[in-house]
Structure formats: structure tokens, C-alpha cells
DNA sequence: CGGATTGTTTTTAACGTTCAAAACGTCCGT
DNA sequence: ACGGACGTTTTGAACGTTAAAAACAATCCG
């Protein structure tokens, strides 16, 4: 393996030259610049990345902590890692993977992968309702950039990039409202849920604006599953009232509305419009397919990456970007 | 940050004894070595593992190209990862992300990560039939280990660790065997793929093993989706002759026979039996639930880890592990 | 023509670690 | 007392790169 030596060796230049000739080119006269680089290329150099490192202290890599919550499925994890990396290679970095525990528990890791100067960053992702994770990072002074806004802080302690759940389910109603439903319902999480208010409040908020009801309109679910959505759907179905429109806060939520709707002999689209969110791989594999609220994964890898490796100049970025209806055969106009 | 100097400092030694204590302490006397030990941890000292690396050349990372197929979905890649994560890391590594193109195109890439000493080898999964990568890898002197088996190659280039698709398919078939069924038919994929050929296979060979008919009763699917599952269980169906149970080689293909079956007033689980392949998140989460075999993930990585970071001597290792069959309602006995 | 200016290249000194060899003690047998 | 053997510690050099400063060369200006 060629090193840097060996190639000015061969060009009859210094060392420092060609480490130039790759680093600061306008530094080097045309002539000089063509030689160096033809014994790169014939040597076949390339910089030896822990050299680099060494001597620069950076590693160009962004540490990602791959989630493994047991009740939850991440059905877009694979698009998120994929439009992550893409991004990161895009400024000549890449993303390292690691396992952590949750929480407090888990920060050792993530400084230890700091302090041994793997990562020179952090993506976090997943993140919950008062997550301890942002507030030590920052005091550690540790870069980091989150997938989600901590909830429930008034000032965020770092930058974020997120998806607007409540303009989501503004949307998803406005779509349902064009093809003429009028009693919209809202199957959603916990209180808790900073993400699950988020959008539970976009509803809301949307439905007075087009003077459609909401009291009684809204089920919380005590946990992310098909059963507890069938559920859910039940029990507005049998409030009596009429719904012809059903907002999820999640598609696997839909997806039991879907089950309760078919099971009761009614015709999803036909009869009751329904909405999802995040468009998983689940909601175009269904039948009918499931209208749902798609993340712009590229742009929110792109934000992520150009956030944290910025200049981070002054106070911390914010970026809200807006969700994408895909529409399909769940809400096609009854 | 501290480094192994400041810490000899502190400790009254020198340089050299520090990093004995952390790399062989059973050369330091008990004295010493608690002296040291105590200046570590008083310091927080970290190793810079860009030093470690440059010196020892070996950065105990491991390079995994987070694949991106726009028509297969990977439904089980969050849990792949998880696995492969917690794998390196109880050896002291940590997994890369990369992204490439497909095939040969890709061969830069990954000899770019070697070259720059960013990785020490590479984990290759979406093994494609006839895959070029092994071949490549290997002539380059690249240190690799695939998950799944190079397919159409009587002698595999390097080593792998895979999933007994064949065991895994009879295993489907005896199950449905037990609960009563007789006449078991197979949705497969095209001949041109190793992996479907090896599933069929043992089906096939089940199937006769105990007496049961197969002629009529395979049908390959041009594409891995619901509605080509869907399509071949109604050309099943519409043959005339009765089918009791139906082996999927994929769980989406299974999902497609279950629609078709339901779609026809006939009840999966109690008229006819269904399996899928790779217990993919959805197949605990549609209704009936779906019976499929489950790839043990944690063993495979292991093993991935074990073979690439092993001692490597002699011929390349393979290992064919056993898939275990998850039995749930679209298989009850009928 | 001398000094300043600009452009190009080289020299020197790190970055933080580990390897190999040398040095230092201590103990032993003779 | 001496040489050898062992156990522990230190010394010197190297891994491959880049930052900073120094050196050199060419050009410009008064």
C-alpha cells in the first residue's frame, strides 16, 4: 500500500506537496500539480484515514445508536439509514452503528465512542418525551443533531430536524374533507406522547377550521398495535354516530382500522376514508392501500448532516419540515 | 482530553508502562499496575484509537453496504442490524455504513474503504445469485464473510454463514402434514434464483418423502409482492384441484395467499394452510397471524463476526444454519 | 538595483499510540 | 563474586499524515 512518502518519492516533490497536491491544489504550480497527481494514480495512493485523523482530530464519522425497542417495529428504519449514509457520504463521511441502552443508561457509550475519538458525532433518533440524551450531550459539549424534537422542553437543548405531525394531520383532514367526509374521527396515543399531541392538535385544530366536530371523535390507544386500532374503531363505531373519516396517528394503527372496517362488512374508501402516517412498506403492500403521511427521508438526512456538520455558528437550528400525502386506495372518494 | 502521557506523568512512569497496563497488564507488578490503573481513572483517560489504529493498522471497524433494492423491502434488516451491532461489539468493533451501487459497479467502493484503512472487512448480505462481489473480494486480498451462500458456484469463494432454506421449507410442510393437510402447494420465485431453488427444494423433497403430490402445485412468481402472491394462489385455486396448504417461499408472497384466500370466503388456518418465510414484523401483525420461519439473527451474527475477525487459517468456513418455524393462526389446525 | 510582494516548495515538528530492543534490578546457583 | 535467567520498566523509533514556519524563486515597484 502506497503512502504519501512513496508517491513524492516517485514525483520528485516533497511530502508536504503532495499531501497538498490532495488537500490545498491551488497551493501547487499546473506542472507540479499533474506530476504529483499522475504518481498518485499510478501508485494508486490513497490518504491513510487513521493518519489523517491522527493529526487533524477528526474522524469524519457520525456515530448512530440503531434502535432496538422490542414493542415497536421501525418500518422505515432501513429508508432512514439509507438516505442517512447517502447523505454523510456526501461530505465524505460515513455513519458508524453502535447499540446503547436506553436513556441516562446509555450515555457512557455514547461518550466513551466521543472520547475515543471514533465518532465526532452524534444523529440521534428516536427520541422521547423529556429524553435525557440532548440536555447531556450538550453540557458534555458533544455534537450531536436529533431526529425529533425533545418534547415538552420549552427551549430545546441542541438542534433538530423533524417531521410536522400537526400539519400532517391537517393535511390527511383536508383530503378527507375534499372527498366529502364530515365526521372525521382520530385514533391516537397516550397523553404522554409529545408526538401523539402533536398531531392529535393538527386534527383538531384543522377540523374547527372547517367547522367539522370533534367531541368524541378521539380514541386513545394505550399502545402502538393492529389489535389495539381494530379495538379503537370498534368503539367509535359503536358510539352510535356517525364516522366516515379516520385519521391515524400511525399506519399500523390504520391498519386495524382497516381489519375493524372489513370485518363489519364496510368498504374502506368506499365507506370510511382512512389515514396513516409515516407510509411505511405496509401501507402499499395492503389492499386497498393505505393513503399515508410520508417523511421526505433525503431532505431530513440532508438537514440532519448539514446541521451537524456546520459551522454551528450561534444558536441552535430548528428545522420543521412538512410531511407528503400519499394517497391510495384507503381513502379513495366515497 | 488526557493522553497516555499525561497519565505517565501522573503516575510516575512512563509512557510505555501505561499502555501496558491497558494492553498487558500481566507484565506490570501489582504495585505498579494499581498506581497506573488509579491515574486512568482519575483522569478519564480514553485511548485515541486514531494513534491505536495508525500504529497497529487494524481499526476494528467492519464495513456493511446498507443495500437499497426500490422493489424488495427489507423487512427484516432493523433486526439483521441490531444483531450484527451487538456481535461486534462484544469483540471491541463497530459496524460502518456505507451505501454502493449493485454488483461489480460497487467494487470501487468497497476498495476504497479497505485501501483507506477505514475498515478491516466487510459483512455482504443480498447475495445475489452468480454475485460477482466474493469472487472480487477475495482476489483483492479484502477480508469478507457473506450472509447467504454464493448461489450457482460449485466452489464458494470465501466464507459465509446462511439460512437452511430447503430444512426450513420441509420443516413447513411436515408442520401442515401434522395438522391434516395433504395436498401442499409452493409459491415460488423464477428458477433463476438460489435461494427460491434451495426453498422449493425442500419442499419438493418433503413432499415426497411423505407421499404427498407436487406435480401442479408450484407456481412461480414473476415479482416478491402481495398481488403477484395473490394472482398465483387464484391460478392454484381456479386448477381445479383442491389445495389444503400453501408453502410461501416469502412472507409477502404468503400475505398475497392470504388476501386471495380470504377474498374467496375461505378462512386461512382453518381451510387452508399458510406459511412465510423470514417472520418479518408483518407476519405477527396481519390477521390471522402468519406462520413463518424465522431466521435466528443473533446466531448469524455471530457467526459473521466470529468467521471475520477469526484466525481465518485454512479453507474458508460455511455454515448452514437451521431456520425455526413460528407457528401462528394461518396454520391452525383445520 | 534593492527591497517588498507574491507564489511555490521544503523543513520541522507534531498528533497519540505500540513495537522492539535495551536497560535495570533481583534472585539464583556455582 | 560472577554470569545467567528472569521479571519489570524505560528508551528509541516508527505508523502516515498535516500545520506552521521557513526557504526559495520569481516578479514588481520605485
Redesign the interface.
Known amino acids: 500500500?502506497a503512502t504519501l512518502k512513496q508517491v513524492a518519492a516517485h514525483a520528485e516533490v516533497s511530502v508536504q506537496t503532495v499531501s497538498n497536491a490532495l488537500n490545498a491544489p491551488h497551493r501547487l504550480r499546473a506542472d507540479t500539480l499533474e506530476r504529483v497527481n499522475r504518481s498518485i494514480e499510478l501508485l494508486?495512493y490513497?490518504?491513510?484515514?487513521?493518519?489523517r485523523?491522527?493529526r487533524t482530530?477528526a474522524?469524519e464519522?457520525i456515530g448512530y445508536c440503531?434502535?432496538?425497542w422490542p414493542n415497536q417495529?421501525?418500518?422505515v428504519?432501513?429508508q432512514f439509514?439509507?438516505a442517512l449514509?447517502?447523505a454523510a457520504?456526501r461530505t465524505g463521511r460515513?455513519?458508524?452503528?453502535?447499540?446503547a441502552p436506553g436513556g441516562v443508561d446509555g450515555m457512557p457509550t455514547y461518550d466513551?465512542l466521543h472520547?475515543?475519538?471514533?465518532v465526532d458525532g452524534f444523529v440521534l433518533s428516536q427520541t422521547e418525551t423529556h429524553d435525557p440524551r440532548h440536555g447531556w450531550l450538550k453540557e458534555q459539549g458533544i455534537p450531536f443533531v436529533s431526529f425529533g424534537r425533545v418534547w415538552k422542553e420549552t427551549t430545546q437543548p441542541g438542534p433538530w430536524v423533524d417531521v410536522d405531525g400537526a400539519a400532517g394531520s391537517a393535511m390527511a383532514v383536508r383530503h378527507l374533507y375534499e372527498s366529502g367526509r364530515r365526521r372525521i374521527a382520530f385514533l391516537g396515543w397516550p397523553k404522554s406522547s409529545g408526538l401523539g399531541e402533536d398531531r392529535v392538535g393538527g386534527w383538531r385544530d384543522a377540523c374547527k377550521d372547517l367547522g367539522l366536530p370533534t367531541t368524541g371523535l378521539t380514541v386513545r390507544c394505550r399502545e402502538d398495535?393492529?389489535e389495539e386500532g381494530a379495538r379503537a374503531t370498534a368503539r367509535l363505531l359503536d358510539a352510535g354516530r356517525t364516522v366516515d373519516g379516520i385519521v391515524a396517528l400511525s399506519d399500523?394503527l390504520a391498519?386495524g382500522a382497516l381489519?375493524e372496517l372489513t370485518r363489519r362488512g364496510l368498504t374502506p374508501g368506499h365507506d370510511v376514508g382512512v389515514t396513516g402516517f409515516d407510509d411505511s412498506?405496509?401501507a402499499e403492500?395492503?389492499?386497498p392501500g393505505l393513503t399515508s403521511l410520508r417523511q421526505p427521508m433525503d431532505q431530513i438526512a440532508e438537514e440532519l448532516i448539514t446541521i451537524l456538520t456546520g459551522s454551528s455558528n450561534g444558536s441552535p437550528v430548528e428545522r420543521l419540515l412538512r410531511p407528503e400525502l400519499v394517497i391510495r386506495g384507503s381513502s379513495a372518494p366515497g
Do not use: Y
Open positions: 500500500m494508486n490513497r490518504p491513510n484515514r487513521n493518519a485523523s491522527l482530530s474522524v464519522l440503531v434502535p432496538s417495529t421501525h418500518l428504519m432501513d439509514l439509507h449514509c447517502a457520504e460515513h455513519i458508524l452503528l453502535f447499540t466513551d472520547a475515543r475519538r471514533m398495535s393492529i399500523i391498519l381489519r412498506p405496509l403492500v395492503v389492499s
